[in-house]
């Protein structure tokens, strides 16, 4: 539906409207699997599961800026979103066909209150980020303003989330040191990951001038480096444990 509607957009109000009905269902299809997986392998065969997953991220990365480039030149920009239906319709009929499940039905509170303060905070500091980006000084009152509406907001998704009777983030998980370990090392290699492939292509077409085609490959070898180390990550996750394998992968 997101898809179908962007591919429609007749101004930027419009597509970002439905580019947020999109991430709506992305956000859906970035979680779920995880916990298919959890649900449906035993625990020595989950790292392999995991590995496969995320070699399809790094491979859809590698095709999508491809076909989307070759769209938006040969075609047009809103076939980059039609492109999506096809393979959307494939993906609900083969789950409608192949996933089964027992769905224990049980009363849970959805937490609100969490989301939206959690939110809240997300968007305050990627505005920040934003402004200061369009050269905004980090001692303006618009960016302590935003800073200053994060640190609330951080505040009061700890303060709602001790006491929600089904917290959208248990606190307590991060007693766990290799949760909490994890995560960490999660947040700072995603700052070099997806700032890699957010901006380095911004930075082919828009600065050197390059073709929307060479702004989407610029980005594979470390796709192609994704895919494989996921898959092999997978394999080996078991084997070598998984303190080595973290090592390993932070620091490359």
């Not at 494939?90 to 849970?108: P, T």
Request: proline share 4%.
């Amino acid at each position: 539906l997101g898809s179908v509607l962007s591919g429609t957009s007749q101004n930027m109000l419009k597509l970002v409207f439905y580019r947020v009905i999109q991430g709506i269902g992305s956000g859906g299809m970035a979680a779920v699997p995880f916990a298919i997986i959890g649900s449906v392998f035993p625990p020595g065969k989950r790292g392999r599961a995991f590995g496969f997953i995320a070699a399809v991220w790094g491979i859809s990365s590698i095709i999508g800026p491809a076909l989307g480039s070759f769209i938006v030149m040969h075609i047009s920009w809103r076939w980059v979103f039609y492109v999506n239906i096809p393979f959307g319709t494939a993906s609900i009929i083969l789950i409608s066909l192949s996933y089964h499940e027992f769905v224990e039905h049980k009363s849970v509170s959805v937490d609100t209150k969490g989301a939206v303060t959690l939110g809240s905070a997300i968007v305050a500091i990627l505005l920040a980020f934003f402004n200061m980006g369009k050269g905004e000084e980090i001692t303006s009152p618009l960016i302590l303003s935003l800073v200053g509406l994060f640190l609330i907001a951080i505040y009061l998704f700890v303060r709602t989330e001790r006491r929600a009777v089904d917290p959208m983030l248990p606190l307590e998980f991060f007693q766990i040191k290799a949760f909490t370990a994890s995560n960490l090392c999660g947040f700072i290699g995603g700052f070099a990951i997806f700032g890699g492939v957010a901006f380095v292509p911004l930075f082919v077409q828009s600065v050197q001038g390059g073709s929307p085609m060479k702004a989407a490959m610029v980005i594979t070898p470390m796709s192609l480096g994704w895919a494989a180390a996921s898959i092999t990550a997978g394999q080996l996750l078991h084997k070598v444990g998984a303190r080595r394998m973290v090592f390993g992968g932070m620091f490359s």
